[in-house]
């Protein structure tokens, strides 16, 4: 099992211009969550799904769109790109009170 | 809102020696969970260890060990015979759920260094 997979690792982006950072998971778990992480700083939820077809806000969703159109993929979607976006992105999967498991991470500068 | 509050920006011990990280956090609920993560250089997020707020009896996983004070809403973790391979950012974070998920909600991180 590949567990969380997170696409791209790497990322730089210009101010304004969008992209989908890509999530899945193949341990078929019904939970799905995005958070961003800033320099210096603990995770902050951006997006949490509770399954297919059901997404909802976390502490920090302004800026974001995530869709869940499958049980294995949760993708986040940054529409007009700003600086306070740069971040570290994680993706995390787990199923009723399991741990949640982690990907490796997004790193995504703005500029 | 629930906040969690970690005091201790950076810490730094010798090699076998114990280290206590510190953690309290606030929320108006009786039901929650608390964890600690770690987080090496490598960047991955890694379980340590979980306490269940309804539980008196405080949670343990070999060399680390948690001092979890209800009342004072206090979480610290203690790390016994430390190692060099325990160094990392180590997190502090409260759980609630809604409709099932896991809310986690993060301290600022305490990064702690173990020196040979």
């Known amino acids: 099992n590949a567990g969380v997979t997170q696409t791209p690792k790497f990322r730089i982006l210009k101010i304004g211009q969008s992209m989908t950072l890509q999530c899945t998971q193949d341990m078929n778990h019904n939970y799905m969550y995005w958070y961003r992480q800033d320099p210096g700083m603990g995770l902050k939820l951006i997006y949490y799904s509770v399954g297919a077809g059901i997404t909802d806000k976390g502490e920090v969703p302004n800026g974001y769109n995530v869709s869940r159109s499958t049980t294995e993929d949760f993708p986040l979607r940054l529409e007009l790109a700003a600086p306070s976006q740069t971040s570290v992105y994680f993706c995390?999967?787990?199923?009723?009170?399991?741990?949640?498991?982690f990907g490796d991470g997004t790193r995504l500068s703005i500029l | 809102a629930q906040t969690v509050t970690q005091s201790q920006p950076e810490m730094s011990v010798q090699e076998a020696e114990t280290v206590t990280l510190s953690c309290t956090y606030d929320?108006?609920?009786?039901?929650?969970?608390l964890f600690w993560y770690k987080q090496p250089p490598s960047r991955q997020m890694i379980l340590v260890i979980r306490?269940?707020?309804?539980?008196?009896q405080n949670a343990t996983e070999n060399r680390f060990s948690v001092n979890f004070q209800k009342a004072a809403k206090s979480f610290s973790l203690k790390i016994s015979d430390s190692q060099l391979g325990d160094t990392a950012m180590y997190f502090c974070?409260?759980?609630?759920?809604?409709?099932?998920?896991?809310?986690?909600?993060f301290g600022q991180g305490t990064r702690l260094t173990i020196n040979p």
């Open positions: 974070a409260f759980m609630n759920t809604v409709r099932g998920a896991q809310k986690l909600v």
């Open positions: 995390a999967s787990n199923t009723g009170n399991g741990p949640q498991h």
């Open positions: 306490q269940e707020a309804y539980k008196q």
């Open positions: 929320t108006s609920e009786s039901n929650y969970y």
